[in-house]
């Protein structure tokens, strides 16, 4: 499973990636605002970070002017995957966009028939909103679910990038399912490697080490 970053923020994007965990970044235009800086100067050092996908959502609403959007970001920079909202001209524009070799993650989708169009428009994304749906009392895994299932039914090439991710659970689900991508908020991500045994082991063992007097780095090893 890859997993991407879900933030426009510069510096957790930095540490993240110096852990070689992070295949890829999204954003949305509320993570950017929350930053407080520029759009394309964000985008910038973001594309410079990450190596894999960068997600930069447009914000027209009409065909002509997504398109024009679509392609503006797309140029910016050689990783950009275009961000399209899932309406109709949204759709539209993911299939001029994609058939002009442009990746498209198509956004804010909560049921499995939004997520069969962004395949058939030619997506090479789909971000299904797990926590949104939770929150609104729906189950998101279920949806995560039938889109696998969808997509291996008829070979779609799209992937599952499941989205609005809450828990190190939603995570472990998602894999379970096969889901492509996880896009994790880097809370979500950090938490993943906690576990109170590990801490507990570790502080044994170095414990039990500082009774032996002993370093590593120290000792006469004849090399
Ligand atoms: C990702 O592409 C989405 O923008 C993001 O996961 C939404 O998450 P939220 O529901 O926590 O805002």
Same mark, same amino acid.
């Given at each position: 499973?890859?997993?991407?970053?879900?933030?426009?923020?510069?510096?957790?994007?930095?540490?993240?990636?110096?852990?070689?965990?992070?295949?890829?970044?999204?954003?949305?235009?509320?993570?950017?605002?929350?930053?407080?800086?520029?759009?394309?100067?964000?985008?910038?050092?973001?594309?410079?970070?990450?190596?894999?996908?960068?997600?930069?959502?447009?914000?027209?609403?009409?065909?002509?002017?997504?398109?024009?959007?679509?392609?503006?970001? @797309?140029?910016?920079?050689?990783?950009?995957?275009?961000?399209?909202?899932?309406?109709?001209?949204?759709?539209?524009?993911?299939?001029?966009?994609?058939?002009?070799?442009?990746?498209?993650?198509?956004?804010?989708?909560?049921? @499995?028939?939004?997520?069969?169009?962004?395949?058939?428009?030619?997506?090479?994304?789909?971000?299904?909103?797990?926590?949104?749906?939770?929150?609104?009392?729906?189950?998101?895994?279920?949806?995560?679910?039938?889109?696998?299932?969808?997509?291996?039914?008829?070979?779609?090439?799209?992937?599952?990038?499941?989205?609005?991710?809450?828990?190190?659970?939603?995570?472990?689900? @998602?894999?379970?399912?096969?889901?492509?991508?996880?896009?994790?908020?880097?809370?979500?991500?950090?938490?993943?490697?906690?576990?109170?045994?590990?801490?507990?082991?570790?502080?044994?063992?170095?414990?039990?080490?500082?009774?032996?007097?002993?370093?590593?780095?120290?000792?006469?090893?004849?090399?």
């Amino acid at each position: 499973m890859k997993f991407f970053v879900d933030t426009a923020d510069v510096d957790e994007i930095r540490d993240l990636a110096a852990t070689g965990m992070v295949d890829g970044a999204t954003t949305n235009p509320s993570l950017v605002a929350k930053t407080g800086r520029d759009f394309f100067e964000v985008l910038r050092e973001i594309c410079d970070i990450v190596d894999g996908p960068v997600s930069a959502e447009v914000t027209a609403t009409e065909h002509e002017a997504m398109t024009a959007e679509g392609r503006k970001l @797309a140029a910016f920079a050689d990783n950009i995957a275009v961000k399209l909202p899932m309406t109709w001209d949204g759709l539209k524009t993911c299939r001029v966009l994609s058939q002009s070799g442009i990746q498209v993650n198509v956004t804010l989708c909560f049921s @499995a028939n939004q997520a069969l169009l962004a395949a058939k428009a030619g997506a090479a994304f789909i971000s299904p909103f797990i926590g949104r749906l939770d929150d609104a009392g729906h189950d998101g895994m279920e949806l995560i679910s039938d889109i696998v299932a969808i997509y291996d039914n008829y070979d779609f090439d799209t992937e599952v990038l499941v989205a609005s991710v809450r828990t190190a659970n939603h995570v472990k689900d @998602a894999a379970k399912i096969g889901a492509d991508v996880c896009t994790l908020p880097p809370g979500v991500l950090r938490s993943l490697i906690g576990h109170p045994l590990t801490d507990k082991g570790l502080a044994a063992f170095l414990a039990d080490w500082e009774k032996t007097g002993q370093s590593i780095l120290k000792a006469e090893d004849g090399t």
